[in-house]
């Protein structure tokens, strides 16, 4: 049966792709497949080639014998937010130099909407996942270890991950501020997240602080505690909420980069010296941070790491040179600004 407009079959274009590119159809087929197969002028050469006829290859067809498409797909809770670009950019690297396609969903911090796309996803026939969240419904599980296709899990270090694990531990790198703060001699310190209702990032990180807080001997009072929707209104709200509150904080850990930067806008408004009437630390190393005056001490993260090294534990299990079920521990740095 035809699969193009013009009538003609797969094999017949890939004889035209192979003849303007002077190699054969067998090549062609490998640089399509597993570029890292043939040599980058050749793969130039059948790129072009591509280009040229339009050629459009069925990759699912030619992975009958396996059932699976060459294709990875990711989930990430929000294409809005920019700290999953690098991410993002890093497993497109490494899965386009491996012949892979990848299909990115947007999750909406709702486990059942993940579900609904793993549920399209394996539908797809997908080679592997890549899940920014480490809580999954049960019958997303379920259909996961069916379907057997290898999951890697992005967003923070579990004890006992889906299948694969490439991250660093929000409650460590949390723990690690507040200890951070209290060195610089900080003692009253308040803590500012996102919702931990359907963020596990956000629990880690409240989990981080009250660790930190409790080795400390320092209470971590309710009070000086608060959840917040995202945004640079809602970080300028919090800090205006805990600086005049009762017994305001000497510094305030925000457990995300826009909260920090809104708060920090919020008291050069007002004319609160920073860190003269309070210290500001953030969770994430935005460039923004690092140019606002004065710049943000934060967390930075391996974001665009975690993209790569993810993205190869998962191409090693699907083409058999790993059979492990890893856990990647990419760590974190604190950047000392002069906001603290």
């Known amino acids: 049966m035809p699969d193009d ?23 062609v087929s490998r640089a399509l497949r597993d570029p890292s197969k043939v040599s980058e002028p050749v793969r130039r050469r059948v790129e072009e080639a591509v280009r040229a006829v339009g050629y459009v290859p069925n990759r699912l067809a030619g992975n009958l014998s396996s059932m699976r498409s060459n294709v990875i797909g990711l989930i990430v809770p ?19 130099d491996s012949g892979f396609q990848l299909m990115i969903a947007d999750g909406g911090y709702s486990m059942e909407g993940e579900e609904a796309l793993i549920t399209a996803f394996l539908a797809q026939q997908v080679a592997g996942l890549m899940l920014h969240d480490t809580r999954h419904t049960p019958a997303a599980v379920e259909m996961i270890r069916r379907a057997g296709v290898p999951v890697v899990e992005t967003g923070t270090l579990v004890p006992d991950p889906l299948d694969m694990a490439v991250s660093y531990s929000n409650h ?4 690690a501020m507040v200890l951070h703060l209290h060195r610089l001699g900080y003692r009253r310190i308040a803590f500012v997240s ?11 990180r409240q989990r981080g602080f009250r660790t930190a807080m409790g080795e400390l001997g320092l209470q971590a009072e309710p009070r000086l505690m608060l959840e917040m929707p995202p945004g640079l209104a809602s970080g300028a709200e919090a800090v205006v909420r805990l600086v005049q509150g009762e017994a305001a904080p ?5 457990a995300g980069d826009v909260l920090a930067a809104g708060a920090l806008f919020e008291c050069q ?26 710049p943000i ?9 975690i993209g790569r090294r993810g993205a190869e534990v998962l191409l090693d299990r699907i083409q058999g040179r790993s059979q492990e079920r890893v856990v990647v521990d990419l760590g974190f740095e604190i950047i000392q600004r002069e906001s603290t």
């Open 5 to 27: 407009a013009g009538g003609r079959g797969t094999s017949s274009r890939m004889r035209d792709v192979a003849q303007r590119a002077g190699v054969s159809p067998m090549t």
């Open 78 to 96: 929000n294409l809005d937010n920019s700290l999953y670009a690098p991410t993002i950019q890093g497993v497109s690297a490494v899965l386009r």
């Open 172 to 175: 460590d790198a949390a723990r």
């Open 194 to 204: 996102l919702s931990a209702t359907h963020n596990d990032r956000s629990r880690d």
């Open 250 to 254: 000497d510094a305030v850990f925000f």
């Open 269 to 294: 408004r007002r004319g609160w010296a920073v860190p003269g009437r309070v210290a500001l630390a953030a969770f994430d190393d935005i460039d923004m941070l690092r140019h606002v005056v004065p």
């Open 297 to 305: 001490t934060t967390l930075r993260l391996p974001r665009a790491g």
